[in-house]
């Protein structure tokens, strides 16, 4: 099933995240596995956003929503951990020659419309995935290890301060304190993230919290996950 967020109409036939490597399956037949990846398309292009644990588990889910590993025109990986590298490591898998971006100093285009942030300092350094749709931005976080927040800031200076219609990905917010999560809420209200999707590492009590202060703008997440953009919630 596709989740859908406020977004204009006229974004509707170019932006498409799916989903493909996650703790949970959202879709029957989808496998699920502690990691996290998903497929960007924008515009006719194509990305994959981090591979997951294992090679064998993203082949199965990318043939399993027909998408065709010789299409990804980009691999991104957004940390070293091996729940992110790990599906990868596996270079016969991509078509030859395909572009690889780990984390590096400064933003980086990947595609066209399609960045990077640049390492973010943290323990490790991380970087996320930014689509600058002209109406807006659309962010990819892996696990956001130096801090959730720090990376959408990351990702508003490198989509030219555009807002942020959508907000994907793991957030590392397991071990946090309820109050920790109470003000990480707060301060990405306060940077005006429209619609968010927390999943992987994210853990229950702040995906709880981000449901209560987003409402329906609080999307789920899984392998198998389609989000497009629409102009009412799920």
Same mark, same amino acid.
């Given at each position: 099933?596709?989740?859908?967020?406020?977004?204009?109409?006229?974004?509707?036939?170019?932006?498409?995240? !799916?989903?493909?490597?996650?703790?949970?399956? $959202?879709?029957?037949?989808?496998?699920?596995?502690?990691? &996290?990846?998903? #497929?960007?398309?924008?515009?006719?292009?194509?990305?994959?956003?981090?591979? @997951?644990?294992?090679?064998?588990?993203? !082949?199965?889910?990318?043939?399993?929503?027909?998408?065709?590993?010789?299409?990804?025109?980009?691999?991104?990986?957004? %940390?070293? %951990?091996?729940? %992110?590298?790990?599906?990868?490591?596996?270079?016969? &898998?991509?078509?030859?020659?395909?572009?690889? &971006?780990?984390?590096?100093?400064?933003?980086?285009?990947?595609?066209? @419309?399609?960045?990077?942030?640049?390492? #973010?300092?943290?323990?490790?350094?991380?970087?996320?995935? #930014?689509?600058?749709?002209?109406?807006?931005?659309?962010?990819?976080?892996?696990?956001? %290890?130096?801090?959730?927040?720090?990376? #959408?800031?990351?990702?508003? !200076?490198?989509?030219? !301060?555009?807002?942020?219609?959508?907000?994907?990905?793991? &957030?590392?917010?397991?071990?946090?304190?309820?109050?920790?999560?109470?003000?990480?809420?707060?301060?990405?209200?306060?940077?005006?993230?429209?619609?968010?999707?927390?999943?992987?590492?994210?853990?229950?009590?702040?995906?709880? $919290?981000?449901?209560?202060?987003?409402?329906?703008?609080?999307?789920?997440?899984?392998?198998?996950?389609?989000?497009?953009?629409?102009?009412?919630?799920?």
């Amino acid at each position: 099933m596709a989740a859908t967020w406020f977004l204009p109409l006229l974004l509707a036939a170019g932006l498409e995240i !799916r989903i493909v490597y996650d703790n949970a399956a $959202a879709e029957p037949g989808l496998e699920s596995d502690w990691g &996290f990846a998903a #497929v960007v398309d924008w515009n006719g292009r194509r990305v994959l956003f981090d591979g @997951g644990a294992r090679p064998e588990v993203l !082949r199965r889910n990318l043939a399993k929503m027909s998408i065709p590993a010789d299409s990804l025109e980009a691999l991104v990986l957004s %940390h070293v %951990h091996t729940d %992110h590298s790990g599906g990868l490591r596996q270079e016969s &898998f991509f078509r030859p020659g395909v572009p690889f &971006f780990p984390p590096a100093e400064g933003a980086r285009e990947v595609l066209p @419309g399609i960045f990077t942030t640049g390492s #973010v300092e943290g323990t490790p350094p991380e970087q996320a995935l #930014v689509i600058r749709t002209g109406q807006g931005i659309v962010v990819l976080t892996g696990c956001s %290890h130096p801090g959730v927040v720090r990376m #959408v800031e990351a990702a508003i !200076r490198t989509g030219e !301060r555009q807002p942020v219609r959508l907000l994907l990905g793991g &957030f590392h917010m397991l071990r946090q304190s309820p109050a920790a999560i109470g003000e990480t809420v707060r301060r990405l209200r306060e940077l005006g993230v429209e619609s968010i999707a927390p999943t992987h590492c994210t853990g229950e009590p702040a995906v709880a $919290a981000f449901r209560k202060a987003f409402g329906a703008r609080c999307l789920s997440g899984g392998a198998g996950k389609t989000f497009k953009p629409g102009t009412a919630g799920m």
